[in-house]
């Protein structure tokens, strides 16, 4: 089986990458805007302050929008699965897989929470909050 890629960590992502790996979900907060932003950059993208930090995310949130891949754009990605878009925290949304053995259940607005357990790769990676904690399909 060829092996799947995997993402490069930049000067700015590179404390996310960390936090991955020890299954922390963490985000870009902006203390003057009192919001996060995502991906991490040079400056808030609100204020342009450079002086933002990273804080700890719930891992909770709201699928804003997906698709079901049944044919992988590259080689070593399993088919078929679920991309979406997550909305967590304020201004923090992420584009992640949603694990779930029957992917016609997933739906906009389903609550998700990040199930490390899931993910192969320290990516964080989600399951509907009603089947968290359930076998990998
Ligand atoms: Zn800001």
Known sequence: MTESPSAAATVFSQPFWQAASEQRLIRPWCAHCQISFF??????????????????SS?????????????????????PYVVAIVDLEPGFSLMTNVLESDLDQVCIGDVVEVDWAGSTRDLPVFRRASSAGRETP
């Not at 400056?43 to 302050?49: A, D, G, R, T």
């Open 59 to 79: 891992g909770i949130g709201i699928i804003y929008s997906f698709t079901r891949v049944f044919r992988a754009p590259v080689a070593g990605f399993e088919t």
């Open 39 to 56: 991906p991490p950059a040079l400056c808030c993208p609100h204020c342009l302050e450079t002086d933002w930090t990273w804080i700890d």
